[in-house]
């Protein structure tokens, strides 16, 4: 089993470029999401998906978009890049609470 | 209003020695309460959960946790702590309605175990 897969795991952007990070999972989750984790904010929450076709905002969606057409992926957009979202970004993944959430292992973007 | 709270923004303690990651929550209803470490570089790691029952729950690499609804805290116990249990340390819980599954996460504290 891969897990949960993220890509690019580095990216650095110029403020104002689109770019689509890559989140794929293949343990057949229902719920997915996107967290930003930033130091001394711990992780905080972009978008998630309680299923396929199904998408709602988190704590922090300013910025972003996301889509869930299939249940193994849940790509994050980011629609005009600024500095302010210079992270790292975590995808998880989980069947059904209680179960845990699985993470991948990130993607770390710089937004110059 | 935050959800979830770690005190402590670092712990240092000597290896062999008893180690507390120290977590308090806010929610209505019976919480579901996680812990996560993180190791540099990399992804968090499911350490162990409560969800109801046994208010001393076990969980991965000889961590526990003990619930305490009364002071609202579920904090991470390593009887012998050991120099490799150096990282971040999440404590998180379930917030939302009964037909989402979202996690809210404390601040992390870092764990240092000096030799």
């Known amino acids: 089993n891969a897990g949960v897969t993220q890509t690019p795991k580095f990216q650095v952007l110029k403020t104002g470029q689109s770019m689509t990070l890559q989140c794929a999972q293949d343990?057949?989750?229902?719920?997915m999401s996107w967290y930003r984790q930033d130091p001394g904010m711990g992780l905080r929450l972009i978008h998630y998906?309680?299923?396929?076709?199904?998408?709602d905002q988190g704590e922090v969606p300013n910025g972003y978009n996301v889509s869930r057409s299939t249940t193994e992926d849940f790509p994050l957009r980011l629609l005009s890049a600024a500095p302010s979202q210079t992270s790292v970004y975590f995808c998880a993944s989980s069947y059904a609470p209680p179960d845990g959430y699985t993470f991948g292992s990130g993607t770390r973007l710089t937004v110059v | 209003a935050q959800s979830v709270a770690q005190p402590e923004d670092q712990v240092n303690v000597a290896e062999g020695n008893p180690l507390t990651v120290k977590c308090t929550y806010s929610?209505?209803?019976?919480?579901?309460l996680f812990w996560y470490v993180q190791y540099p570089n990399r992804g968090l790691q499911f350490l162990l959960k409560y969800i109801t029952g046994d208010n001393l729950v076990k969980g991965s690499y000889g961590f526990e946790a003990e619930f305490n609804k009364s002071q609202t805290s579920f904090h991470l116990k390593k009887p012998s702590a050991l120099v490799s249990d150096s990282a971040l340390y999440f404590c998180a819980v379930r917030v939302g309605g009964s037909n989402d599954y979202k996690l809210s996460f404390g601040a992390g504290t870092t764990v240092t175990v000096r030799a």
């Open positions: 929610v209505s209803g019976n919480p579901y």
């Open positions: 998906s309680v299923g396929a076709g199904i998408t």
């Open positions: 343990m057949n989750h229902e719920y």
